[in-house]
């Protein structure tokens, strides 16, 4: 029953490695439960949403 309930730990790790690769189906589904009731949680992948988005406008380095 724990490999149901991540921790946040395992959140913060997901919300990470989701920047670099696709999540699996039960790594997606594990992590938006933790979501639904962790607001520390929501509020890291919120913030790692927010400089993702950043990024990809962010001018390059191009003369």
């Known amino acids: 029953?724990?490999?149901l309930k991540p921790t946040c730990k395992e959140v913060?790790?997901?919300v990470s490695e989701?920047?670099?690769r696709d999540?699996?189906?039960v790594?997606?589904?594990r992590?938006?439960?933790h979501l639904m009731v962790c607001g520390a949680c929501?509020?890291?992948n919120n913030q790692m949403d927010t400089l993702r988005k950043a990024m990809?406008?962010?001018p390059g380095d191009e003369p």
Do not use: K, P, Q
Request: aromatic letters at 8%; proline letters at 0%.
């Open 1 to 3: 029953m724990d490999r």
């Open 12 to 14: 913060h790790r997901l």
């Open 18 to 20: 989701g920047m670099d």
């Open 23 to 25: 999540l699996s189906l």
């Open 27 to 29: 790594e997606r589904t």
């Open 31 to 33: 992590m938006r439960l």
């Open 42 to 44: 929501t509020r890291f």
């Open 56 to 58: 990809r406008i962010f």
